[in-house]
C-alpha cells in the first residue's frame, strides 16, 4: 500500500472519530452551543470530503490488485461520511423545529392580528378593484358620449352645408 493514502487514512479516522464524539455532544447540548458545534462539525466533514478526494486521487494512481482493495475502504469511509451529514442534517433539524415551536407558541396574537389585518386588505383591494371598474365604466361612457357629439357635429356641419347651398340657389334663383 502506498505511504501517502496510509496518511491521509490515519488522518481521516482520527477526523472521523472526532466528528463522531462532536455530533454526540452536539445532541446533548442546547441553542448557541449546538449551533457551534454543529458548525464545526460541518468544517470537519469538509476537511474529511477532501482527505477522501485525495484518498481517492491517491488510490486511482496505484497497480490495479492495490486499487481495488483501497477503493473498497474508500466506499465504507464515504458510507460513513454521508452517516454523519445525515446525522448533522437531523441535528440541525431539530434546530429549526424547536425554534418553529417557540414560535408558533408566542405568535398566537401575531396571527390573529395578521388575519384582522388580512380581512382588510382584502377588503380594500375589493374596494379598490370595485373602484377601477366604475371608472372604467365612465370612461367607456365618455367615449361613447365623444363619439354621438362628434356624430352631431358632423350632422350639423352637413346640414349647414346643406343650407348655405340652398341659400345661395336661392339667390342666384331670385336674381
Same mark, same amino acid.
Given at each position: ?13 482520527? %477526523?472521523?472519530?472526532?466528528?463522531? &464524539? ?5 445532541? !446533548? *447540548?442546547?441553542? +448557541? $452551543? ?49 452517516? %454523519?451529514?445525515?446525522?448533522?442534517? &437531523? ?5 429549526? !423545529? *424547536?425554534?418553529? +415551536? $417557540? ?49 352631431? %357635429? ?15 340657389? +336661392? ?5
Amino acid at each position: 500500500m502506498s505511504q501517502v493514502f496510509e496518511g491521509y487514512e490515519r488522518q481521516y479516522c482520527e %477526523l472521523s472519530a472526532n466528528l463522531s &464524539r462532536k455530533c454526540t455532544s452536539a445532541s !446533548a *447540548a442546547d441553542g +448557541e $452551543l449546538k449551533k457551534q458545534r454543529i458548525s464545526e462539525i460541518k468544517v470537519g466533514i469538509d476537511e474529511a470530503e477532501s482527505l477522501i478526494r485525495k484518498m481517492d486521487m491517491e488510490a486511482r494512481s496505484l497497480q490495479p490488485n492495490v486499487k481495488a482493495v483501497l477503493l473498497a475502504k474508500l466506499r465504507e469511509y464515504k458510507s460513513d461520511l454521508n452517516n %454523519l451529514k445525515s446525522e448533522v442534517k &437531523r441535528l440541525s433539524l431539530g434546530n429549526v !423545529a *424547536a425554534r418553529d +415551536e $417557540l414560535l408558533e407558541s408566542g405568535m398566537a396574537d401575531t396571527l390573529t392580528a395578521s388575519a384582522d389585518q388580512r380581512t382588510r386588505l382584502v377588503t380594500s383591494t375589493g374596494r379598490l378593484n370595485h373602484s377601477g371598474e366604475r371608472i372604467k365604466e365612465s370612461r367607456r361612457t365618455m367615449l361613447e358620449t365623444e363619439e354621438l357629439g362628434v356624430s352631431i %357635429l358632423q350632422d350639423l356641419h352637413q346640414q349647414r352645408q346643406s343650407l348655405l347651398h340652398t341659400n345661395n340657389t +336661392e339667390q342666384t334663383v331670385h336674381r
